[in-house]
């Protein structure tokens, strides 16, 4: 009889300490309380804009200080996230390189980054960190990944550094197939290039998460997202029903003239995608992060 009671006992007891641990591990995963963007004009929502006096990019040619004729991916990835204005902190700027190289107006990646981490000794962790650059440095003329990369691994240990913990880094899309490069004499070395920066990025990113193993770092592939679009016979997408554009080459604005279906359309300009094709990198990272168990997606449920 006491040993009944005792196993009794100690199977409740064990119960209630896997229940526990269980509850933990459950809550483990905090909501994304604030978002911080580091980057280009695929990122930029008005810095360039307002440092201009709202001269460029050209409004309404270019939708509210935006490179693009409506909203950007990291505004859809915000809202996804349930994050407001207030929330998101944008220090990315049109034309901004991974480091030194390009116009010294504009601050690089790096100095985005520094001036973050300046102002912030001690940052949010459930906060997520987004680095997207390394376009502007191959196309003004760079001709090796490695310091681009270099940079980019630079940018995150610093993030480490002040406690960020949640970090998301985009991979460029083939650079020799832009609009603005195709048909370009550059074009095959661009795409080498474009190739050569995923693969040490990926290389990097691997090192990086071995190194701060108490960090979720998640690449965006930014890459396979566009050479799915890009997987065409002529203009018309493989598979239409997912991204509705019938034109994957040409970009919609020519010149000051626009076409009548942006919506149709990959590109808005010879680099820039059009909102429609934010809006599914935004939708992409959000499936991207929420995949790599970065967020609960019980607590992205609106009561």
Known sequence: MQRKKWLLRTGLA????????????????????????????????????????????????????????????IEYLAESLHLSSKQTHNYAYGGATTGSVGNSYVPSLLN????????????????????????????????????????????????????????????????????ATRTSTN???????????NQGLRRSLKVLSQQHSDVEIVQLDANALYRDAMSTTGYAYANPAAFNFTNVISPCLSGDRTCGNPDQFLFWDGIHPTA???????????????????????????S
């Open 14 to 73: 064990l119960l209630i300490f896997i229940m526990v641990v269980a509850a933990k591990f459950m809550d483990k995963t905090h909501p994304i309380s604030e978002l911080y963007v580091f980057g280009d004009s695929l990122s930029d929502t008005g810095m360039v804009f307002r440092a201009t006096g709202g001269m460029y990019p050209p409004n309404p040619t270019y939708f509210q200080g935006r490179y693009s004729n409506g909203r950007v991916w």
């Open 276 to 302: 429609a094709a934010h809006r599914i990198i935004g939708e992409t990272a959000f499936s991207t992060i929420q995949e790599a168990g970065m967020i609960n997606p019980r607590s992205m449920l609106v």
């Open 112 to 179: 985005q980054v520094q001036s973050f981490t300046q102002t912030h000794q001690q940052t949010n962790p459930d906060a997520l960190y987004v680095l997207w650059a390394g376009a502007n440095d191959y196309l003004q003329g760079v001709s090796s990944a490695t310091i681009p990369v270099k940079n980019m691994t630079t940018a995150i240990n610093s993030l480490t550094d002040v406690g960020a913990k949640k970090i998301l880094v985009a991979n460029l899309p083939d650079l020799g197939q832009l609009p």
């Open 187 to 197: 074009s095959v070395n661009l795409s080498a290039l474009t190739q050569s920066h």
